[in-house]
């Protein structure tokens, strides 16, 4: 209980929430990361899966094949990155290693949800002469659309909490309070930042589920 007390003295303290080390600048480093990974990811793991979602080849393959990915800890990447020349280009190393823990995700829900579209919508689709690329942008992508938005939303709940990974490499984000927090030897501190993250962890995911909740019908998986 002493520990939970000194906590929330460290989190209301004005002193901790402003300055270059302060929660606010901390918070806005985190955002930023997390927002980076999460567009470079998406542009590469969704045209993907989206290709290979309305060939219907391939997408098993790259699926199991970015599976793999998960089977290795992102620290682990973040280490081996650390030590090869792309260590020495800042905060790269921990972008590659966040990046490449974001694609299954995306990469499968994607294509999951491409395949998943109704095949007899899609051949009424080309009866009416639709050519491929206005079925993939009318009709698979409008149907697929819920649980692409979802696998985005585990990708950024997921890379909020791996983005701490940064501190380890030097870099920014509400990290550095939990290893600052060990360093000082100071328990308040790393509880404190543990729940910050846990926090912003949890908005991340409240702001899609809204997103979702409130998107036009055709975000839902269906038509205006």
Partial sequence: MNTLS????????????????????RLVQHLWLTALCLVLSCLIALPVALVLGHLGKGGTLAVNISNVGRAVPTFAVLVLLLLTPIGAYGEWPTIIALILFAVPPLLTNAYVGMREVDRDVVRAARGMGMTGRQLLFRVELPLALPLILTGVRIAAVQLVATATLAALAGGGGLGRIITAGFNLA???????????VAVFALVVEGIFEAVQRFAPQWARGGFE
């Fill in 6 to 25: 000194e906590t929330w003295s460290w989190l209301t303290s004005a002193a901790h929430w402003s300055g270059e080390n302060g929660i606010w600048n």
């Fill in 186 to 196: 100071s328990t308040p501190q790393v509880v404190a930042g543990a729940v910050l």
